[in-house]
């Protein structure tokens, strides 16, 4: 029992205790199948794949229950009956299903066996979050005990492996690729100073290149990780100063990325990035009839389109039109999806309530559901945006902080919705926890510091202050979806996503 109490036990130990927390919502709700669209088509592709079709979607097999939703176009392609080559989603998370599906089979059971693989990944960004906040602040073992306890119980963290979606997987990479940096980063000074432990070649080079191969498949899985990629490089270059290793970043993560942007220009004839899906985004994130985020039916306009490179390029001639025919919306829409990416976690878990997934539940119970899912984000969220201003910038703090301009940023120029932000939740909770445990006692000493570290309050308090005024707006606007939602029949409301 001393041994596993023992301070060295704590990663397995938290990770033992979010694997079980995950466990329960999979087992409840076991018979559970899939809702959203996104859900289907990964489905439909790790299917094709497991069967040994290729990465295909809208199979004969599957036009039965596609079709009643969705007018397909198939005059535009060739069609084969074992489904549509496709490029319109990134690889690996479909790849990820159909290993499981060849284990498991393609059976109506296969979705438990999903989450319970899904469940375990979610467990180990506790772990994980406890490892990468030990590396940002190494004599802060508590708070970094704290953030893993945050991620353990985060309630849309626990819920998550139940949805058939990229994010179980880029979760993992994102913490994982970050991690390698960091070892990186310390592997290099320890053999500097002659003090390796693997050998003069891996010391040297060897978490650099597991760092790009961890950023090339996050890129498979999520292709706006191509951002932080590009970022990553630069921070090798100009913060380690290490030239010759940002060209191995580089060429692993382009040794991993460049063979399916080959399989793709080859289906296609010409150039194709690693996925086809930036003109339907560019589509929704500037419809006129949209606020920038996916919207309902906007998001069918031109999914009747089966030819990926076609619909691609509809969607960005018809974005090009959008912008000229008002310019002076492009920045409203930047700031509303802000709004989005940094909303209240409330959007699935209404879509899901009122299509009658879970039956009618009493407003009371209800109410507290919704705060059980809003509140954490809006505590991890303030707490973390008041410990900005006791940051010590230094190499690591500065490769997280590459990673939230990266990642964000993309989004705000596109398309964002408030699922979006789960994957720098870790690394709030590691900013919150901070604060917690000592941050907020440090307020006092950092206003008199310096005049730089008053404006560093200021701008951190104005953030907070936007961040508020941001949830309190998206209540106000949807106060009477909200009023029907509590109501005596919220359940049966029937709100599109």
């Not at 994980?128 to 970094?144: D, G, V, W």
């Not at 991993?256 to 289906?267: G, K, Q, T, Y």
């Not at 909303?343 to 407003?363: K, M």
Request: charged share 15%; net charge positive.
């Amino acid at each position: 029992m001393s041994w596993w109490m023992s301070p060295k036990t704590f990663p397995l130990r938290i990770f033992l205790i979010a694997l079980v927390v995950r466990l329960v919502p999979v087992l409840i709700m076991r018979n559970v199948g899939i809702g959203l669209d996104d859900m289907y088509q990964y489905d439909m592709l790790a299917r094709s794949i497991a069967s040994g079709n290729g990465y295909r979607w809208y199979a004969e097999t599957d036009l039965p229950t596609v079709l009643p939703y969705l007018k397909l176009d198939l005059s535009s392609v060739n069609y084969d009956p074992r489904g549509v080559l496709t490029s319109f989603r990134p690889p690996l998370y479909p790849t990820f299903l159909a290993l499981i599906y060849l284990v498991f089979g393609t059976g109506a059971h296969r979705f438990i066996f999903a989450r319970i693989f899904q469940a375990m990944l979610g467990a180990l960004l506790a772990p994980m979050t406890f490892t990468l906040a030990k590396k940002l602040f190494p004599n802060r073992e508590p708070a970094a005990r704290l953030s893993a306890w945050i991620i353990t119980l985060y309630p849309m963290l626990v819920v998550y492996p139940l949805s058939l979606a990229t994010e179980n997987l880029f979760f993992i990479l994102v913490l994982g690729s970050i991690i390698s940096l960091l070892k990186a980063k310390e592997s290099l000074e320890v053999a500097n100073r002659g003090q390796g432990s693997f050998g003069v070649f891996f010391d040297k080079y060897g978490w650099f290149i597991l760092s790009g191969l961890l950023l090339g498949l996050t890129c498979l899985t999520r292709s706006v990780a191509q951002v932080f990629a590009l970022l990553v490089v630069a921070w090798v270059w100009l913060f380690l100063k290490e030239r010759g290793k940002a060209v191995i970043i580089l060429l692993t993560t382009g040794l991993v990325v460049v063979p399916w942007i080959v399989r793709n220009s080859i289906l296609y004839k010409s150039f194709t990035g690693i996925e086809t899906a930036l003109g339907y985004d560019l589509y929704l994130g500037y419809n006129p009839k949209g606020t920038g985020t996916f919207q309902y039916p906007q998001s069918l306009d031109l999914m009747t389109i089966v030819n990926d490179t076609q619909r691609d390029k509809v969607g960005i001639q018809d974005t090009i039109g959008f912008i000229k025919a008002d310019p002076g919306r492009v920045v409203y829409l930047f700031f509303r999806r802000a709004g989005y990416f940094f909303g209240l976690e409330r959007r699935a878990l209404t879509y899901f309530y009122s299509n009658d997934f879970f039956g009618n539940i009493p407003s009371p119970i209800l109410g507290g559901i919704f705060a059980l899912f809003c509140l954490p984000f809006i505590i991890i969220a303030v707490s973390g945006a008041a410990s900005l201003p006791m940051i010590t910038w230094q190499k690591g703090t500065w490769l997280t902080g590459l990673f939230f301009i990266g990642y964000i940023v993309p989004h705000l120029l596109i398309i964002a919705e408030d699922r979006f932000h789960l994957a720098i939740v870790p690394l709030l909770a590691i900013l919150a926890a901070q604060f917690w445990l000592g941050d907020r006692l440090a307020i006092r000493q950092q206003w008199a510091k310096s005049n730089a570290s008053k404006v560093g309050l200021i701008l951190a308090f104005v953030a907070i202050l936007l961040i508020l005024s941001n949830w309190g707006l998206e209540l106000w606007r949807d106060v009477d979806k909200l009023a029907l939602l509590f109501g005596p029949n919220g359940n049966q409301t029937y709100f599109s996503y």
